[in-house]
Structures are given as C-alpha cells and as structure tokens.
C-alpha cells in the first residue's frame, strides 16, 4: 500500500501569515503528467471537504488562499493570509493505486 | 443541490453485522460512484471501497474484502454499506462519499457520517 506522511503533526500559525503542510508519499503518484493526489480539510465536528485535486487543482468555490503544489512523491498545501475559519485538520490523499490511502493529518491553529 | 444523509448511530456487539446507508440526492444517481471511508478514534481516514451505481460493480479494500459488502436500490438512490464479524477495532465514524464521476476516486462531497461503535 501507499504510506502517505504529513508533517507537521499540527502548527499554530498567526492570522494573516502563512501556513505549509508537506505531504510525502511511499511511492511515486504520477502518471500520464497528473500527481493523483487530494487534499481535504476537516472543522472540527464536520465532513472533510474536498480543497485541491490532481495536486493543484482547486475545488469549486475554494478560497485562492489554498493552494496545492509537488509532484511524485511530495506534496505541499499552502494557505496564504491565514483566517480564523481555516482551523481544521488537513488530510492529504493518494488516489493513484489501490487501496486509497490517507496521511495521519495535520491540525491546524491559530497562534 | 448535492446531499448524501446517512442513516443514524449504531452500537453492536463483537461478532454481528451493521448496515449502513447513504441517501442521496441532487444529482443524477447513475452518473456518480459512491466510497466508503472510516475515521476511527485517533487514526486516519481509511477507505473501504467503492460502488459503481450503475452496474452494482463494487471494488474492496483488501483489508476488508472478507467482511464488507456494499450495495445500492437505484429506486431510492440509496447505497448500503454492510460490515460483518465485527471487532472492537471497527469502531468508527463511517462516511460515503461520492466521486467526481461514476469511476472517480475524487471524493468531491462526504455524507455526515454515520458512528458505529462495537462493544460487548
């Protein structure tokens, strides 16, 4: 199975800062030119929401604030001008062999 | 507008089965395949499989393969998830959620969740 692996665990970020979150997978996610890999956010007591898809590609009606960059087997999600309701934990996901795997997940704070 | 509402808590013993559903609604039924993904206590999302509503084709995780079963009613647009032989370790917050199109592993929207817990 594909081992994916988040870090930071968590990070307190100030408002209007930015905040990174790596993503890295146990093998290579590319092929045919796409990185088959996803990112969700979950608030607290709710769904996980799809933000980013094909590595770097927003999802409908999500903020350019997100945004998702790397390719084969790291990843990045970066969230510009930090708001308060960007508290969540973040989950990437790999998409390119099966079984679907997750990353632990990274929370996310206000500092 | 696209809804996926699961069915309610349940709490069963080690050993028997639970059967989950995921309504949904807003969209062409068909045209979407349905996952499922779990979120145990303190552990990662951890998929279960996937449905083609269409044909009823279904694809497992080799973890589950022996115990999972899912299933869709096309007339109520509808998917079941059912998980046997169940271990204290299944218990969980069971999610659908639906992919971009009929073979896509993109989980555009999640159902709420549905909480399973396994206790004698």
């Known amino acids: 199975d594909f081992v994916m692996t988040q870090s930071p665990h968590s990070l307190a970020v100030s408002l209007g800062e930015r905040a990174t979150i790596n993503c890295k997978s146990s093998q290579s996610v590319l092929s045919n030119s796409r990185n088959y890999l996803a990112w969700f956010q979950q608030k607290p007591g709710q769904s996980p929401k799809l933000l980013i898809y094909?590595?770097?590609t927003r999802n409908s009606g999500v903020p350019d604030r997100f945004s998702g960059s790397g390719s084969g087997t790291e990843f990045t999600l970066t969230i510009n001008n930090l708001q308060a309701e960007d508290v969540a934990i973040y989950h990437c996901?790999?998409?390119?062999?099966?079984?679907?795997?997750f990353g632990q997940g990274t929370r996310l704070e206000i500092k | 507008q696209v809804h996926s509402v699961q069915s309610g808590a349940e709490m069963k013993p080690p050993g028997a089965s639970v059967k989950v559903s995921c309504k949904t609604s807003g969209y062409i039924f068909f045209n979407y395949g349905i996952h499922w993904v779990r979120q145990a206590p303190g552990q990662r999302l951890e998929w279960l499989g996937w449905i083609n509503t269409d044909t009823g084709t279904t694809q497992y995780s080799q973890k589950f393969q022996d115990r999972v079963i899912l299933t869709r009613d096309t007339s109520a647009s509808t998917v079941y998830m059912e998980l046997n032989s169940l271990r204290f370790e299944d218990t969980a917050l069971y999610y659908c959620?639906?992919?971009?199109?009929?073979?896509?592993?993109?989980?555009?929207?999640w159902g709420q969740g549905t909480p399973v817990t396994v206790s004698s």
């Open positions: 959620a639906r992919g971009q199109n009929l073979g896509s592993w993109i989980f555009d929207f």
């Open positions: 996901q790999q998409y390119h062999t099966g079984p679907i795997t």
């Open positions: 094909w590595a770097s």
